[in-house]
């Protein structure tokens, strides 16, 4: 759960720089959900390519599946940010506001990448070259 309150906290601070201070409180839990959720597709399509016998969840439920999962994580942002304005201890942490950036970059780039990669060697694997 520290993870999620660093990257709630890098987010936000970047949503208030490139000015949107009014919504940052809610752009911030966004952005983490929307990251997760291409984490999620990514994961889920690797395993599509490298064990596609195994059926973890049918064709008919993934879209249901995926929808439960989305807003299950966004509850779980709920209940750890804005219930009882939480967030508001998270932004004033002093420990967050001397960390890097970093990983805060790096988590969405890693995302973007395992996504790409993934159509990319479902690509080859299509025209039979792999």
Not at 11 to 39: E, H, K, P
Not at 100 to 115: C, K, R, V
């Amino acid at each position: 759960m520290r993870f999620l309150e660093y990257l709630y906290y890098k987010y936000y601070r970047f949503q208030v720089w490139v000015g949107n201070a009014d919504v940052a409180v809610f752009t911030a839990a966004l952005m983490i959900t929307f990251i997760s959720v291409l984490y999620y597709f990514a994961i889920f399509f690797m395993k599509i390519i490298f064990i596609p016998n195994i059926l973890l969840i049918p064709d008919s439920l993934f879209i249901l599946f995926s929808i439960i999962i989305l807003i299950g994580f966004l509850v779980i942002l709920y209940m750890k940010f804005f219930y009882k304005n939480r967030y508001k201890k998270v932004i004033e942490d002093n420990r967050l506001k001397e960390s890097s950036n970093l990983l805060a970059i790096l988590f969405p780039l890693l995302a973007f990448i395992l996504l790409v990669s993934g159509m990319f060697v479902k690509m080859l694997q299509n025209q039979g070259k792999l």
